[in-house]
C-alpha cells in the first residue's frame, strides 16, 4: 500500500497560531467504532480539502476527517486518527485528515457499549463476534455489466437476474428484473452488512415495468415476520414505502409505470426517525418513533436485491440502477443532489469529467482547459456529453446553468441538445443557447407547437455571464441573467425527444441537421470564448439556488 502523506501547517490569523494537520491522499479511513462518527457535511459550491480541514477544526470533537473531492462531502470522526486504519481510496477520490486534539475517543456512546463488547450487536458499536468492529458501510453498486460493489466489499450471487442497456446515465447497463420469473440479486451475509442498532441511507434509480398487485420487493433484509426484524424497501399501492415490519413510512406520491423515479429511504437512529424521499422531495417522514431494526442473525442473512418477503414473496418488475447504501443519515440537501443533479462539469484541474453523481462521460475537439475553466479558442472547438436520459422525457423539468466569456458576441450558438442517430446525423433539436444578430441571448425549447423562444440582454465580450434556463410545467421556460429573472414564456409543454440526448457546448450541427431542425433561425457561427461551471439538473432550481450559482469564486 502506497499512501501520500502530507503534513500540513494551517496558519489561524485570528489567534496568530498554528495548527497542524496530517493529510493520506487517495486514501479512506475506517474508524474504530461507529459511534465516533459526527456527521457530514456536503458543499454545493467549489470548495477544496481545506474547507473540510476546517470544518473539523471548528467541530468540538472531531479528529479525524474524510474528504471525498468529487462529492465535495467531509466526514468527520470523534476518535484519534490511527495511521493503521488508513487504507487506499483505489478509484475513490478521497482523503483522510488527521488533527489530533484529544487522546483516545471521545464519549458520544451509550455507557452500556463497555460492557457489551463481547455481544454481536450493541446500541450503536456493530462488533463481530473477534471483537473486532466492522468498518462503516460506504457501497455503491454502478451495475454495469457487474453485480458487485464499487470497492469489490461486497460479494454477490445473481438468480436468473440481468443486465440490461437501460441506464440511467445513458451508458452502461442496469439490474433488470421480470417479476414472473422470481430472479433476484443476493449479497452475502459475510460482508458485515449489519443494518440493526444503527442510522441508514439507501438510495437509487427504479423504472417500473408494471403494477402487481402485492409489494413491488426493492430491498429486504428479513430474519422473521416479526416487529423490527424485516427490513423491506417496497412499492406498495403504488407508494414508496419503508418498513421493519410494523414500523413503517409509507409516500404519498403515486410512483407510475414506464417512469424514471430516484428513491431514497433514510433511517436516522439517533433521532429514531424513517424518512422516503421521491426525485429528493421528502414523500414521508416518521419521527420520533420508529424503533431500529433488531435483527440478531444479520452475518447469515443476505441482503436481497429485486424480491422482499414481508407479505409472502414480492419480486420486482423493472429497473434497479445505481444503488448506494451509507451507514448514516444523508441529509435532505445530499438527496436531492443526489436526485437531480445531473452533470456538472467544473473544468477544474483541467479535467473534462462530470463531478455529479452519475459521471456521465465526455470529449472535447480543439480546446484548451486552463484557469480551471473551459476554452473554445476555434471554429472547430467544441465540448460535447452524450446520452442524457431525463431530458429526455417529455414535460420533465429541467435547469441549464453556465458562465460564458465570449470573445464575440453575433450570431453564434452557444450549446445544442440534440438528438442524432447511429450515423451521428441530427434527428432532433431540443434546447438551443445562442446570441443572435444583435448580440442579444436568445434560448429556445421545443414544445409540441413549435419552438418557445426567449430574448434576454445584450451581452458583452470579454465579460463573464452566469445564464440559467428553466423549464416546468407550471411556469414554462424561463430564463435568469446574473442571478436575477430576466424573461419568461408563458406555460407550455416540453418535447424531449424520448430517445437519450446530446449536449453540445460549441461547434455547429448545421452539416448534419435534417429537416426537423430546420425550424429554428440558426445563427450559423461557432462560440469563440470562455466556459465555466456547467450544471445540468432534472429540476427547476429555485431563485435563492440561482443566486448562489451566480457568485463567481
Aim: aromatic share 12%; with cysteine.
Amino acid at each position: 500500500m502506497h499512501l501520500l502523506v502530507l503534513h500540513l501547517l494551517v496558519f489561524l490569523p485570528v489567534v496568530n497560531t498554528y495548527v497542524a494537520v496530517k493529510i493520506f491522499r487517495s486514501s479512506l479511513y475506517y474508524p474504530n467504532s461507529s459511534c465516533a462518527f459526527i456527521r457530514n457535511t456536503t458543499w454545493t459550491h467549489a470548495v477544496s480539502i481545506n474547507t473540510c480541514i476546517w470544518e473539523c477544526i471548528n467541530e468540538r470533537d472531531c479528529q479525524t476527517a474524510i474528504y471525498y473531492h468529487d462529492e465535495k462531502n467531509c466526514s468527520m470522526f470523534s476518535e484519534l486518527c490511527d495511521t493503521g486504519r488508513v487504507n487506499t481510496s483505489d478509484n475513490i477520490r478521497a482523503s483522510v485528515i488527521c488533527y489530533r486534539k484529544y487522546y483516545g475517543i471521545i464519549s458520544t456512546c451509550s455507557s452500556t457499549e463497555s460492557t457489551t463488547a463481547e455481544q454481536t450487536t450493541t446500541v450503536a458499536i456493530l462488533t463481530s463476534t473477534n471483537n473486532s468492529p466492522a468498518p462503516l458501510i460506504n457501497a455503491f453498486w454502478s451495475f454495469d455489466n457487474t453485480s458487485y460493489d464499487r470497492n469489490f466489499n461486497y460479494n454477490s450471487t445473481l438468480n436468473n437476474a440481468s443486465f440490461c442497456p437501460s441506464s440511467i446515465t445513458g451508458h452502461g447497463s442496469a439490474l433488470c428484473f421480470n417479476a414472473s420469473q422470481k430472479q433476484v440479486l443476493f449479497i452475502n451475509p459475510n460482508n458485515h452488512l449489519n443494518l440493526s442498532f444503527t442510522s441508514f441511507t439507501f438510495h437509487y434509480w427504479i423504472y417500473l415495468y408494471s403494477t402487481v398487485s402485492n409489494d413491488q420487493g426493492m430491498i429486504g433484509q428479513c430474519q422473521s415476520h416479526t416487529a423490527n426484524l424485516c427490513l423491506h424497501l417496497t412499492i406498495r399501492d403504488s407508494k414508496a414505502r419503508i418498513s421493519f415490519y410494523g414500523n413503517n413510512c409509507t409516500g404519498s406520491t403515486t410512483v407510475k409505470n414506464q417512469t424514471w423515479y430516484h428513491l431514497a429511504y433514510v433511517y436516522d437512529y439517533s433521532n429514531a426517525t424513517q424518512l422516503v424521499y421521491l426525485n429528493g422531495i421528502l414523500d414521508c417522514i416518521q419521527q420520533g418513533t420508529s424503533t431500529p431494526l433488531a435483527i440478531t442473525n444479520s452475518s447469515s442473512i443476505p441482503l436481497t436485491i429485486g424480491y422482499t418477503s414481508p407479505l409472502g414473496s414480492c419480486y420486482f418488475d423493472g429497473v434497479i440502477d445505481h444503488l448506494t447504501l451509507v451507514q448514516w443519515p444523508k441529509n435532505a440537501s445530499e438527496i436531492l443532489e443526489q436526485a437531480t443533479l445531473v452533470a456538472h462539469y467544473d473544468f477544474d484541474n483541467s479535467s473534462i469529467d462530470d463531478h455529479g453523481p452519475n459521471r456521465i462521460s465526455s470529449l472535447t475537439s480543439n480546446t484548451t482547459l486552463a484557469n480551471n475553466s473551459l476554452l473554445l479558442d476555434s471554429t472547430s472547438s467544441y465540448f460535447q456529453s452524450s446520452a442524457f436520459v431525463l431530458l429526455a422525457i417529455d414535460n420533465r423539468p429541467y435547469s441549464l446553468s453556465l458562465w460564458l466569456k465570449p470573445f464575440r458576441t453575433n450570431n453564434i450558438t452557444i450549446l445544442h441538445i440534440y438528438q442524432s442517430n447511429q450515423t451521428n446525423n441530427v434527428e432532433w433539436c431540443s434546447i438551443r443557447m445562442s446570441i443572435n444578430q444583435q448580440s442579444q441571448l436568445r434560448v429556445q425549447a421545443r414544445s409540441s407547437t413549435g419552438m418557445v423562444t426567449l430574448l434576454g440582454p445584450s451581452i458583452g465580450t470579454n465579460v463573464w455571464t452566469h445564464v440559467v434556463q428553466t423549464y416546468s410545467s407550471i411556469n414554462g421556460t424561463q430564463l435568469y441573467i446574473n442571478g436575477t429573472f430576466y424573461n419568461k414564456s408563458s406555460s407550455s409543454d416540453y418535447q424531449g425527444g424520448s430517445r437519450p440526448l446530446t449536449i453540445q457546448l460549441g461547434g455547429s450541427l448545421l452539416n448534419g441537421m435534417n429537416r426537423s431542425c430546420f425550424d429554428w433561425t440558426v445563427d450559423d457561427d461557432e462560440y469563440e470564448g470562455w466556459i465555466d461551471e456547467f450544471r445540468v439538473y432534472s429540476r427547476e432550481v429555485t431563485s435563492n439556488e440561482i443566486q448562489a450559482l451566480s457568485i463567481r469564486t
